[in-house]
Structures are given as C-alpha cells and as structure tokens.
C-alpha cells in the first residue's frame, strides 16, 4: 500500500509530514509513505507582510489543491496555518498529538528587554498583544524558515517564536524565554498538526486513528472562535483551550479568546469554562463581538 502525504519542503513542515507518516505505519505496518513536496504562495514570497497576502491559507492552498487534485493523499499542516472554514472536499481527519502551543522570546527574555527594545516577529498578532504589555517596545519584520529568523535575533534585540516549533527541530538557543499566554496569548492551533484527506478517502476510519483526543478537543475550541469570527492572521486575535484546572472529571475546557486592535493600544480578552469546547470557543468570540467592542475593533481594523 502506497500513501502519498503532501506537505511544504521547509524543515519543519518536513517533521510534521515524517511525524504524521510515523504514525501511518504504526496503523499499516508495510506501508511505502511518499513525501509530495509542495511550494505555497508563502514560501514564494518571504518578503510580503502575512496579513497583506491574505493571512490564512498563504502556506496551505496549493497543498490543500494536491490533495483535491489527486497528487496526493493527506495533507499535514501546522493547525495555525488552516482558514476557519472547511475547505470543500477535504475533512480535518487528524490532529496528532500537540506540542507546547505558547510563543517564545529568542535573544532575551520579556523582563530584560531595555525600554525602546527592538523585537522581530511578522505576526501581527504577536506585535499587538507585546505592544498592549509593553507599549515601548518596537517591532520590525521577520519572515523565512526557522533558521532565517534565528539569525535575525543577532540583529534586534529580540525575536518572536513558536516553541513548538523549536522543539520540534531540536534547536536550543542560548536565550529562549516561553511567554505567558496571559500576556502573549497564541495564535489558534498553535503547536498541533492538522491532517486533512479528502471527504470520501477510502482510508478515512484509519487516519483518524492518528487523533489525539485531548488536542483535538482543545483545537475544535479554538477553531470555532476563529469560525466565528471569521478571519484569521490578518487581525490580531488569539485563542488558547486547555483542560480545566478545577475539574475532577477532566471533561471540560478552558478556553481563552482575544481579539486586539493593530497598534496593540485595545485588547479584549474572555475566559470561560466548558464541557462542550466548540461551543464556548462560539459563545466567547460572541461576547466579544456583541458586548465588548469586538465588531468594532474588527471593523476599523
């Protein structure tokens, strides 16, 4: 049995796509897994601001279209990287196990950033919420694979990364300071894969096999905040479910979401507990929406 796994060519995306096929031949012992290697229109144009290419969907289109196209059997992505909608035809088979989903500091931690510092990042996200805890700090722009955007941290005081992302790679810089969601709340999906098939794959049962019940549980939450919300990484907004501390059962969620004004100077933010997590991550984004400026703050935005 052949199974052809379409994803990007960077180091990471590569681990994620040898993660993922790991975990096919547990389930098929045998199986010959195919990398298909394929180039976004994110990885072609590294120089272009995220959010004035169109934020979500930049670096999972065109994979996404080798799927629907035949070239090739699932798809795997980083779970940030995925629009709120479902893209027709295809189905979130998986989300595998999930790394550690907060951001990272390189270079220097929060706490001994010099007033007027100079931080890295091409998140307008990141660049909002720092902003709101920190409105001296200043920003420039960081885009390229994890290697590119280590070297950028000799330049600036400091640069913005995923931990998991580190991690993932094996890569330990001297400085590496994880910032508390309280202050730096994650981009949604942040630290867990996504593995999409087409809707009427006949190995559909099996690859959903490779889900991790708990991540999968936590990213459904923070999907349906950006599903209603609808948008993604070309505004500032943020949501983070992890399982409740106060719950002997272990059933419920707390789910955090956010959403910010650009220049970081509004920041909204609601937490709520929950047995259903799609459901809360709705309610929180309505709250927002409705009752605390969120429509607006997305309107001028």
Not at 65 to 93: C, E, I
Not at 179 to 196: C, H, K, N, Y
Request: glycine share 10%.
């Amino acid at each position: 049995m052949r199974i052809r796994v379409a994803t990007r060519g960077s180091a990471l995306a590569l681990w994620q796509a040898n993660r993922v096929s790991a975990l096919l031949t547990r389930t098929f012992p045998g199986v010959d897994v195919e990398i298909v290697i394929v180039e976004t229109t994110g990885d072609r144009d590294q120089t272009t601001p995220l959010e004035q290419m169109g934020g979500l969907g930049v670096f999972v289109k065109e994979v996404q279209v080798a799927v629907l196209d035949g070239r090739a059997d699932l798809a795997v992505h980083s779970a940030k990287d995925l629009p709120g909608g479902q893209t027709d035809g295809l189905t979130l088979a998986a989300v595998p196990e999930r790394g550690d989903p907060r951001d990272v500091l390189v270079g220097c931690r929060l706490t001994d950033l010099p007033e007027g510092a100079t931080v890295g990042t091409g998140s307008i996200r990141r660049r909002a919420h720092l902003t709101n805890h920190r409105p001296d700090l200043r920003f420039t722009g960081l885009r390229g694979n994890i290697e590119t955007r280590l070297e950028k941290a000799r330049e600036v005081d400091a640069v913005v990364m995923a931990k998991a992302a580190l991690d993932r790679l094996g890569l330990c810089p001297e400085v590496v300071d994880p910032v508390d969601p309280a202050i730096l709340l994650p981009q949604v999906g942040q630290g867990a894969l996504a593995v999409e098939c087409r809707a009427d794959y006949e190995l559909l049962e099996a690859v959903e096999g490779m889900d991790d019940p708990a991540a999968r549980r936590a990213v459904d939450a923070e999907r349906a905040f950006l599903v209603e919300l609808g948008t993604g990484c070309d505004l500032p907004i943020a949501a983070h479910a992890r399982p409740a501390v106060d719950d002997p059962l272990g059933s419920a969620l707390t789910v955090t979401g956010a959403i910010a004004s650009p220049d970081g100077a509004v920041l909204v933010r609601e937490e709520r507990t929950g047995t259903d997590g799609a459901a809360t991550g709705h309610a929180i984004a309505r709250h927002l929406l409705d009752e605390r400026g969120g429509a607006e703050l997305m309107a001028r935005s």
